[in-house]
């Protein structure tokens, strides 16, 4: 175990829903992270929150909606995905530069 | 703009022969280097660093290598065992976040 977890571990949703996942950390990080996996690409960033204020989005759509209520916990809230946004999400933590990351929530849009 | 690859995406080795895993990346800011492994259902796991004023730098059974002159980075794991089976990602960092390489799947022959 890493110290961060992410709920749902799996998660389907209709391109109608909302939805959000749920990361938490446990290591007294100040800084938090998404992160997009799709098959056979690389790792994306996808928002970066230090001190629980973004500081990085790196232009994602708007149907992606972040929020970091504190330092412990970051959700990402989901509306009208489209199926290319399935996808493994995955959270990290880090103070420093090594980062911690979550076992993700792979999405499935229908 | 910055890129970070893997020469070989898939490697197959016997068990207990040594693996090499190669990655080269584009940005020559980048200070500080990290390769994880990722196993199946499972987040990206920290195995080892390398800040670019080192060469070489050991584990337990693993040596990163940096060249900076080629921009080349590398991961060596000795004696290699069936847990190591899993995909293997390089990610460079020129300053606060990091640029992750499309990964490389590790598969270990009996």
């Known amino acids: 175990e890493t110290g961060v977890t992410q709920t749902p571990r799996h998660l389907v949703m209709g391109m109608t829903n909302k939805k959000s996942l749920k990361c938490e950390q446990h290591l007294g990080h100040n800084a938090m992270y998404w992160y997009k996996q799709s098959a056979k690409k690389p790792l994306e960033l996808m928002f970066v929150y230090s001190l629980e204020e973004r500081v990085e989005n790196n232009s994602v759509p708007s149907r992606f909606s972040p929020e970091c209520p504190n330092s412990s916990h970051l959700f990402l809230h989901l509306h009208t995905l489209q199926p290319e946004d399935s996808a493994l999400y995955l959270c990290?933590?880090?103070?420093?530069?090594?980062?911690?990351f979550g076992p993700g929530t792979r999405l499935t849009v229908l | 703009g910055e890129s970070v690859g893997l020469h070989l995406p898939t490697l197959s080795v016997q068990e207990g022969d040594n693996s090499i895993i190669n990655c080269a990346y584009s940005n020559s800011a980048s200070d500080y280097f990290i390769w994880y492994k990722q196993e199946s259902g499972k987040g990206p796991q920290f195995i080892i660093d390398i800040r670019s004023n080192m060469d070489k730098r050991q584990g337990q059974r693993v040596t990163v290598l940096l060249n900076k002159t080629v921009k080349h980075l590398s991961l060596q794991i000795a004696a290699t065992q069936p847990g190591d089976s899993a995909v293997y990602f390089c990610a460079e960092s020129p300053g606060q976040n990091f640029v992750f390489g499309p990964g490389t799947r590790l598969s270990v022959l009996p």
């Open positions: 990290a933590s880090s103070q420093g530069n090594e980062q911690f």
